[in-house]
C-alpha cells in the first residue's frame, strides 16, 4: 500500500478507472494529528458531472493502526463530461487543521488496490503511526503478526501454536467405542489411502472403522479395502453388488456399526490425529452429550490445509438456513437409528436431513473448537466447486421443507443469496398487535423519512406506532406530530418525557403505555427498505424458542453497519471490547464469513435501533436497565439476559434498512458523556465478563480486533 503524507494528511489513491460512461477515482485520505477523515472538493473548475461519496474502510485504519470510527475512504465519480479532460485536477483534502491538494490524471486508468509489496519506508511510516498510538509492546506484537500474514502464513502460524503434533492419550474414565462411516464409491487410490490412514493414525484406539464400496467402477478400490481389512480387525468392508449411491452405502455403513457413538468421514476427507481423542475427552466432561460437532479446515489441491471454518456454538436458527454443523459430526448411534438413518432420495443433502433430524431428539449438543476434520478440495466437490452439485442443493431446500412440516411448521423456503443458503419465511397464523416504539428530540426530518419508510413498507392491519418526544422544542416537530395524529388516529401516539436522555427509561415507558403484544425498537433515523418487514420479524418473533429479532442495517453508502453482534469485540486488542457489529463495513453485497451475511443466524445480541421482541419477554427480564445503561449498551445487556432465560436472538439478512445512525443523540464529546460510557464500559465487564470472553455464537479461534472474523493469533 503505497502511502504519501504531508502536512499531517496521510493519503492514497487507490484506482482511476472508466467505468459505465463514467470516471472512479477511488482512495482515502486521514488527518493523522487530529484522527480524523477528511473533505474532499475539485478545485480550479466547475464542479458539475461530480459525485463524491464517503466509504469505510477498515482495511486502512487496521493497516495504519488507527481507530476512526468516521469514513476515511471516498469514491470521487466523474461524468462522460470528463472523459475529454487533459489536464490533470486537483484534488484538494482539507481536514480542521490540514489541508493537501494532489494532482490526478483522469485520462489512464490506474489500478493499485491489489498490491502486494510493501516497500520499506512505507512500512516505517505506518509503523510509526501505530507505536506513536499504542505503545512499545502492541506494537511488538502488531510487528510479529504482520510478518506472519506478509508470507501468507497466519493459518499455519494458528496451527502451530494451537494444535501439538501429536496429542498425548490420556487415561479416560469411559472410553466408548465410536463407529466410522466411510461410504465410498469410484475415489482416488491416493485418497482413499489417506482417509483410512488418518483414522489408523488417531491417538485414541478403540474405533471401528465401517467402510461400504458402492460398486464403484475403479478396479484398485476392493483389493486395497480387503488389504486394510486383513491388517486390522477393527476395520470392517462390505462391497455392494449394485450401485445404490449414497444414502444406502451409509445405512449399510451404519448396519455394520457397534460403537455407542457414530462418526461420520467421506471416502477422500480425512481426520486430525487428535480428532477422537477430542471427542472422547468431551463425552467424558459432558457425560450425557447426544451430538458433537467441531470445527473443519479444507485441503486444496496442492495438498494445503486452507479455509478453516471456526463456528459457534449450538445455533438452531443458524442451522435451519445454512448446514454450518456439517464436518466433524459425531452422534450418540441409537439416535441415529431411532430416526431411521440415512434418508433414500435426498441424496446430496443426506447429512443436513440427518442433522435436523437427530437435534430434534435432543439438546444435548456440544460443539468442539478445534478444527478435527480436513475436506478436501477437488472439481468435483462442492468444496472447491458448488456448481458441480446443484442437486444438493435442490435436496437441501426439499430437506428444510420436510423438516419444517415435520415440525408443524407452516413455513416458505426460499433460496438465498449464496449455494446452499436457505431463508425460512414463518407464516403467522394470527395477528397479534405490533406497537413500534420510536424516541426523538426534534429532527423532524428524520422522524417523517422514518415513519414514510415504514408506512410504505408495511403491509398489516394491527399496528400503532408510539412516538416517545424527549424534550422537542421545534414547532416543525409538533406539526409533523399533529399531522400523523390525524392521519394515522388512533394508530399513532406521543408519550411526552420531559427528562434527560436516557434510551432505556424511554423506551420501558413506551412499553408500558404499549397496547401490542409484540414490539418493535426503531430509531428516529432508520429508513426501512425491505417490504412485509414487519410479518417477516414478526415470523420469528412468535417462535417460542427466539426472543430478539433484529435485521440488516446499513451506512447510506450501503455498507453494513449491522448484522449481529458479537460480544468482546470492540476493544483494539483481545480483552477490552464489550461488544461491537460483526462484518461492519462489507459491501451489501459481499456474503461475509461463510455466508454469514446471506443466513438468518444466531447472534449473542442484536441492536435495538431497530428490534422486534415479544412484550412478555422483554418484561420477564425487566427490559432495558435504565440505572446502568442509560444510553449505551442496553441492548445488548437485554439480550443477553434474555440468553440466560434460555431464548435465542436472530438476525435476519431478509429484512434491511438504511442507518443513520444516533442523530438526535449526538456524539459523545463531553466530559459527562465519557465518563458516562465508561461508567457503562465498566458495568458490563463487571456483570457479563464471563460472555464478552467467550460469545458462544462466535468461536474463541476468532480475533476480537476487528469485525473481519480474523484468525486470532
Known amino acids: 500500500m503505497k502511502i504519501k503524507k504531508s502536512h499531517n494528511i496521510c493519503y492514497r489513491i487507490d484506482k482511476i478507472a472508466h467505468v459505465d460512461e463514467k470516471i472512479e477515482v477511488k482512495g482515502w485520505g486521514i488527518d493523522t494529528e487530529k484522527l480524523q477523515s477528511i473533505s474532499l472538493s475539485v478545485m480550479g473548475k466547475s464542479s458539475d458531472g461530480i459525485k463524491v461519496q464517503k466509504e469505510y474502510r477498515n482495511d486502512v485504519l487496521d493497516f495504519l493502526g488507527l481507530s476512526i470510527e468516521e469514513p476515511v475512504g471516498f469514491t470521487i465519480y466523474f461524468d462522460k463530461t470528463w472523459f475529454k479532460y487533459k489536464k490533470k485536477v486537483v484534488l484538494r483534502m482539507r481536514s480542521e487543521n490540514n489541508q493537501q491538494d494532489i494532482y490526478i490524471k483522469l485520462n489512464r486508468d490506474i489500478d493499485l488496490s491489489n498490491g502486494k509489496k510493501i516497500p520499506f519506508v512505507q512500512g516505517v511510516i505506518r509503523g510509526y503511526y501505530y507505536l506513536q498510538r499504542h505503545g512499545i509492546k502492541p506494537f511488538a506484537n502488531r510487528l510479529y503478526t504482520e510478518l506472519i500474514d506478509r508470507f501468507g502464513q497466519k493459518y499455519n502460524h494458528w496451527i502451530a501454536h494451537n494444535e501439538p503434533p501429536v496429542k498425548s492419550v490420556r487415561p479416560f474414565k469411559k472410553n466408548p467405542l465410536i463407529s466410522i462411516l466411510v461410504p465410498i464409491y469410484n475415489v482416488k487410490w491416493e485418497w482413499l489411502v489417506e482417509c483410512i490412514e488418518s483414522v489408523l493414525d488417531q491417538s485414541y484406539t478403540n474405533w ?92 486444496n489441491q496442492k495438498g494445503k490445509r486452507c479455509q478453516a471454518f471456526f463456528k459457534p456454538d449450538w ?17 450418540r448411534r441409537k439416535i441415529i437409528n431411532d430416526v431411521g438413518g440415512f434418508a433414500i432420495g435426498l441424496e ?70 449464496a449455494l446452499g443458503t436457505y431463508i425460512p419465511y414463518y407464516t403467522v397464523a394470527t395477528n397479534p398487535k405490533v406497537s413500534i416504539i420510536i424516541p426523538t428530540r426534534d429532527h423532524a426530518a428524520d422522524v417523517k423519512l422514518c415513519i414514510e419508510s415504514l408506512l410504505r413498507t408495511i403491509n398489516y392491519d394491527d399496528f400503532e406506532i408510539i412516538v416517545v418526544d424527549n424534550n422537542s422544542v421545534e414547532q416543525e416537530t409538533f406539526e409533523l406530530f399533529k399531522h400523523y395524529e390525524k392521519y394515522l388516529e388512533n394508530a399513532f401516539k406521543v408519550l411526552r418525557l420531559e427528562i434527560p436522555f436516557n434510551y432505556s427509561q424511554l423506551n420501558n415507558q413506551a412499553v408500558r403505555l404499549a397496547r ?50 458479537v460480544l468482546g469485540l470492540g476493544g483494539g486488542s483481545e480483552s477490552e471490547g464489550v461488544a461491537g457489529h460483526g462484518h461492519k463495513g462489507y459491501a451489501v453485497t459481499e456474503h461475509g464469513y461463510f455466508n454469514k451475511l446471506d443466513i438468518v443466524a444466531d447472534y449473542s445480541a442484536v441492536t435495538a435501533a431497530f428490534l422486534m421482541i415479544k412484550k412478555d419477554k422483554f418484561i420477564a427480564v425487566n427490559g432495558f436497565d435504565e440505572e446502568n445503561l442509560p444510553v449505551a449498551f442496553n441492548d445488548v445487556d437485554l439480550c443477553i439476559k434474555l440468553l440466560r432465560k434460555g431464548y435465542y436472538n436472530v438476525c435476519l439478512p431478509n429484512v434491511i434498512a438504511l442507518h443513520y ?53
Open 208 to 299: 471401528e472403522l465401517c467402510l461400504v464400496d458402492d460398486c464403484s467402477d475403479f478396479q484398485d478400490i476392493q483389493p486395497l479395502l480387503e488389504k486394510y481389512n486383513q491388517n486390522d480387525k477393527r476395520i470392517k468392508v462390505k462391497f455392494r453388488k449394485e450401485n445404490g449411491h449414497i444414502s444406502r452405502a451409509s445405512n449399510d455403513a451404519l448396519s455394520m456399526a457397534h460403537g455407542e457413538f457414530v462418526g461420520l468421514l467421506d471416502h477422500d476427507d480425512t481426520l486430525a490425529p487428535f480428532a477422537l481423542e477430542s471427542v472422547v475427552e468431551c463425552i467424558n466432561q459432558n457425560e450425557d452429550v447426544d451430538i458433537i460437532y467441531s470445527d473443519e479446515d479444507k485441503i
Open 315 to 331: 445455533s438452531p436458527d443458524t442451522l435451519l438456513s445454512q448446514n454450518y454443523i456439517c464436518h466433524f459430526l459425531v452422534v
Open 348 to 417: 446430496g443433502a443426506q447429512d443436513y436431513d440427518l442433522i435436523l433430524k437427530c437435534t430434534e431428539r435432543t439438546t444435548k449438543i456440544k460443539h468442539i473448537p478445534q478444527i478435527l476434520y480436513h475436506w478436501r478440495m477437488i472439481e468435483e466437490s462442492t468444496a472447491v466447486n458448488p456448481e458441480s452439485k446443484m442437486y444438493a442443493f435442490d435436496a437441501g431446500k426439499k430437506v428444510l421443507e420436510d423438516t419444517f412440516k415435520r415440525r408443524g411448521k407452516n413455513v416458505i423456503v426460499k433460496e438465498g443469496n
Open 516 to 565: 401490542g403484544d409484540y414490539i418493535v425498537f426503531l430509531n428516529n433515523d432508520i429508513e426501512i427498505l425491505t417490504p412485509h418487514w414487519l410479518e417477516i420479524m414478526l415470523g420469528y418473533a412468535t417462535q417460542e424458542h427466539i426472543a430478539a429479532v433484529g435485521a440488516k442495517l446499513l451506512y447510506d453508502d450501503e455498507t453494513i453497519q449491522h448484522a449481529g453482534v
Open 661 to 713: 445512525e444516533s442523530k438526535s443523540r449526538g456524539l459523545e464529546n463531553t466530559k459527562e458523556k465519557q465518563q458516562r460510557f465508561t461508567n457503562e464500559v465498566n458495568y458490563m465487564k463487571k456483570t457479563w465478563r464471563t460472555y464478552l470472553q467467550n460469545d458462544p455464537f462466535y468461536n474463541p479461534n476468532l480475533s476480537l480486533k476487528n469485525e473481519r472474523f480474523e484468525i486470532k493469533v
